[in-house]
């Protein structure tokens, strides 16, 4: 059974799992080096914390802060780099990473200590311990004071252990807890209680707004022609529209990036371009709410929890 549509929530805990295909993720030593170079640098863009996480050479696990930007589109950013790196290590073309990845909200208030020593227990679970540096790919050397990695924001699990971290890492990961643990962010969009999703808004943000209706409306609240915006003009504000529908429409899930490029008739890289040169210029428009009179809002839908 197809999974219901992930919830997006600024300023939600995700728990993210990103397996590999038949070809290994990480294969090399150079390989985790030239992601944790990736990783920053999407960090920075997307305003994204992360919390946790662990690199094995057949998945990648991130406990994530999410905040405008969607989880689709994060992964979407890092995995497409990286991909890249191993696309030229290797001279391949190949497709590295299993989709869908797996991804849930978590109550992190709960769940954020619980799943970060999941994280910094796996490389003994997956009897990777024994080899050279696995915990290095893990947020465990840095909570114990061991490396620093300057993109990796602790101070949420600090404040939450109430001991010290040697003490939290000290009490065992019973096998049960990550047997459940596992086949909760195999199965549930959230993963909570009852109390945490009733603090949830009710409706994801996907609308049933048409991109006819988005290009209507971006078109009137920046006094853009429409047939300007359709045309090969070059000029700013066409090519700010342009961006906003693109944007709107792909974070609304009503249509993707190449869809949109085929209607303004531009290639999706110079849209995608656009959308980056655009956020940082006019933020208050790239937000999640400020269309949200395109059109009216989709029925209520409860989000599914396991």
């Known amino acids: ?19 590999a295909t038949t070809e290994p993720i990480f294969s090399q030593p150079d390989d985790y080096v030239a992601f944790e ?34 989880v689709g589109r994060f992964m979407q950013g890092l995995t497409g780099r990286y991909a890249r790196h191993l696309q030229r290590r290797t001279g391949q073309s190949v497709r590295y990473f299993r989709l869908p990845y797996q991804a849930a909200l978590i109550d992190a208030n709960h769940w954020l200590l619980k799943i ?5 227990h796996l490389p003994v679970l997956t009897r990777l311990a024994e080899e050279p540096g696995a915990y290095a790919h893990s947020s465990h050397r840095a909570y114990a004071g061991e490396s620093e990695k300057p993109w990796l924001y602790t101070r949420t699990v600090v404040r939450q252990l109430g001991e010290t971290y040697q003490q939290f890492m000290s009490r065992p990961s019973l096998q049960s807890d990550v047997d459940a643990l596992e086949h909760q962010i195999a199965t549930s969009l959230v993963i909570g209680s009852a109390d945490f ?6 409706r994801t943000s996907r609308t049933n707004g048409s991109l006819d209706e988005i290009i209507e409306t971006v078109t009137s609240a920046l006094g853009v022609k429409r047939e300007h915006v359709l045309s090969r003009s070059r000029n ?16 609304r899930g009503i249509a993707t ?31 999640l709410n400020a269309l949200h ?11 599914l929890v396991l």
């Open 116 to 120: 970060a020593q999941y994280l910094h």
């Open 257 to 287: 990036l190449t869809d949109v490029a085929r209607r303004v008739r531009r290639d999706p890289s110079t849209l995608s371009m656009a959308i980056s040169r655009y956020r940082v210029s006019r933020p208050e428009l790239f937000k």
């Open 236 to 251: 700013r504000e066409p090519a700010l529209a342009r961006a906003l529908i693109a944007w709107y429409a792909s974070e």
């Open 293 to 303: 009179y395109v059109s009216s809002p989709p029925s209520p839908r409860q989000y």
């Open 37 to 70: 170079r990736v990783l920053p640098g999407i960090l920075r863009r997307t305003g994204v914390r992360v919390h946790a996480y662990c690199w094995t050479p057949r998945a990648i696990h991130l406990v994530l802060q999410i905040e405008e930007i969607s």
């Open 197 to 202: 999703l009733a603090t949830l808004p009710r």
């Open 1 to 19: 059974m197809p999974r219901h549509q992930r919830p997006h929530v600024p300023g939600g805990t995700y728990y993210i799992v990103q397996k």
